[in-house]
């Protein structure tokens, strides 16, 4: 018995198509989707239970009778009605939005208390004094403590660092340091205070439970009692809408087809009998293309000699045209000389070079290396004697005055 025996050949031959691409996007789907569990996820959420997520240390507060809950509205909502007696914990917060930073500065004006991580967690503070670490290091650190504050006392306490502190506020106190960087910095703003970690490493799942890591967040949240915690969730894209809860596979699966039925668009009524304009001229070779095809027809045929003969004549040329002479055939010695009379000051190397340069020129085989050094050589001359001839440069005034003394003096002899 036929599948579909009922239906047309041809339309059960696209049914059938269609069925398999459906399922094929679906699979691709499931596979192609992060895992929000994964422990490659970085992302230290409330929300995940891998070992970079946070989900211990809320239960923990939340189990600890700490009146605490995840905020995941706009962070401005929040500084509307920040107080005293508001903690806001900001852990490895991503956001350059500037009604995030004003919030964030709105509530510890208030007097709130703020406990922020990682590089973007000291941008969004007042104050803006993150850094990228000078060094980058992957490996846990042990943090030495620095500070006289009841924070410094929280015991031994692990972390890698993702940023350092600028300590250009003498305000702010470090409390704990990694290979002589800030690594946990504190500093009290308008009524408020702020804290911050160089990374969220001792509140995650897999070093909550190391040394006295709890020890250091619960001294970073300050008192229990009279306080009203909220683990920010806004600032990691987790903004609770109306549109949220069509978020999902089903969303992801409903814009790959709108791509797809716009891509059959496309191409079933974009399709021509022939141009519609004329073809573009072919494109001449660059300078770029022309200079690399120079210097391979130079290293295939050994002619690195050749490269400095057309280098050293164009500097000779150029150098006697700037000492008012004309160009003519000269040795190194006789050149150098009359640069150096032109140009007292010129560099003491001028003499060598020039002689290396020579040799160069002349020798049947040359170190294409090497060469490439004197080429680079006479360029750098060729440079400073522009630079001197140049009106107002004191080199070249002390070299056009010792010329006209110098005359006069021959016009007097004579």
């Known amino acids: 018995m036929t599948f579909l025996s009922s239906l047309d050949a041809k339309d ?13 996007l679906a699979v691709a789907t499931g596979f192609l989707l992060p895992n929000g569990n994964d422990n490659d996820n970085l992302l230290p959420s409330s929300y995940l239970a891998s070992q970079h997520g946070a989900r211990a240390a809320y239960e923990t507060l939340l189990r600890s009778n700490y009146p605490i809950e995840r905020w995941e509205q706009p962070l401005s909502d929040l500084a509307a009605t920040a107080g005293p007696e508001t903690v806001v914990i900001l852990a490895q917060p991503f956001s350059r939005e500037p009604e995030d930073i004003k919030a964030v500065r709105k509530i510890v004006e208030r007097g709130g208390r703020v406990l922020s991580t990682g590089y973007w967690g000291g941008f969004i503070l007042p104050g803006e004094a993150s850094e990228q670490p000078r060094e980058f290091n992957f490996a846990a650190c042990r943090l030495e403590p620095e500070g006289l504050d009841a924070l410094a006392g929280s015991g031994e306490a692990w972390m890698v660092p993702q940023a350092t502190w600028n300590m250009g506020n003498p305000a702010a106190r470090v409390e704990y340091s990694c290979a002589g960087n800030p690594a946990v910095v504190e500093y009290d703003w308008g009524k408020g205070h702020i804290v911050w970690w160089a990374s969220s490493t001792p509140l995650e799942n897999g070093s909550l439970s190391r040394a006295h890591n709890l020890d250091l967040l619960l001294n970073s949240l300050g008192p229990r009692a009279g306080h009203r915690f909220y683990w920010d969730e806004s600032l990691h894209g987790d903004i609770r809408s109306t549109w949220s809860y069509a978020a999902g596979p089903a969303l992801t699966m409903l814009w790959i087809g709108l791509v797809g039925v716009a891509l059959l668009i496309v191409f079933s009524f974009s399709r021509r009998s022939g141009p519609v304009r004329d073809l573009p001229p072919p494109a001449r070779a660059t300078p770029i293309e022309f ?60 003499e060598a070079d020039l002689a290396a340069c020579e040799d160069a020129a002349w020798a049947e085989t040359a170190n294409p290396r090497q060469a490439l050094k004197l080429i680079q050589l006479l360029h750098g001359h060729y440079e400073r004697l522009m630079e001197a001839a140049r009106p107002g440069n004191q080199m070249g005034n002390q070299a056009a005055q010792s010329e006209k003394i110098q005359s006069k003096q021959q016009e007097r002899a004579s």
Not at 12 to 24: P, Q
Not at 294 to 312: H, K, P
Not at 335 to 345: K, N, S
Request: positive net charge; proline residues 1%.
């Open 12 to 24: 059960r031959k696209l049914l059938l198509w269609c069925v398999g691409i459906a399922i094929a």
């Open 291 to 350: 200079l690399e095809a120079l210097g391979s027809l130079y290293r295939n045929a050994g002619a690195a000699s050749t490269a400095v003969s057309v280098a050293w004549e164009r500097f000779r040329r150029h150098s006697l045209r700037l000492c008012g002479q004309k160009a003519s055939k000269m040795s190194a010695a006789e050149l150098a000389a009359v640069i150096r009379r032109r140009f007292p000051r010129a560099d003491e190397s001028l």
